[in-house]
Each structure stands twice: as C-alpha cells, then as structure tokens.
C-alpha cells in the first residue's frame, strides 16, 4: 500500500472520528472541540493524500473508509441496525477501493 493511500484512510478514519465525537460526548465544549480537531486532521491527511494519488483514488477511498468506520462504529457504539443491503454496498465499496488501486491510473510525479 502506497502512502498516498495510507494518508487517505486516515482522512476517512478521522472524519468518522469527528461524527462519532459529535455524537458520543455530552459536553458542548468536548464535542465541538474534537469535531473541529478532527475535521482538521481530516483535511491535513487529504490534502497530503492528494499529492500521492490522483483526486479519484483519494476521494474514493477517503469516502469508503468514512463510510465503513461511520457505519460499524454506529453498529458497536450506538447499536444502530445495518441491513444486509449496508453489508452488500460496504463490500462493493471495497471492491471498487481495491479495483481503483490496481487500476492503470499513473501515480501523481512530485512537483516539489
């Protein structure tokens, strides 16, 4: 797995931190300060994802590790239900993760 990937997973994990933050902690201050902590975080691992992978490898990674860590941590924090049809998708999203990081896209050259 390149770096730039490793970068995008983050981006996605520390999104989902930032949805699970606003809704796990009762204290105003707690919760809207990792919010802000973790959507900066969040577009910091983007941002550097973006130098290593093309805008499509990026997003669609970002997107699919946000969603996966949204919806599991729904499921084991919250007990939210996930239908047979969110397990379908989530293994599509993976499929189309894993196609688009073997696909003949050309690795962005480095500017700097």
Partial sequence: MSKGYAWAISAGFTAALAAISSKYFISPIIRYSLVILCNVSMWG?????????????ATVTNFATNFLTSGLSGFLLFE?????????????MV?????????????KERTD
């Fill in 95 to 107: 499929i189309g993760v894993l196609i688009l990081s073997n696909s003949s896209v050309e690795n």
């Fill in 80 to 92: 939210e239900p996930l239908s047979i049809k969110w397990f379908a998708g989530a293994v599509f």
């Fill in 45 to 57: 691992c983007y941002v550097n994802s973006l130098k290593a992978l093309s805008s499509l490898q």
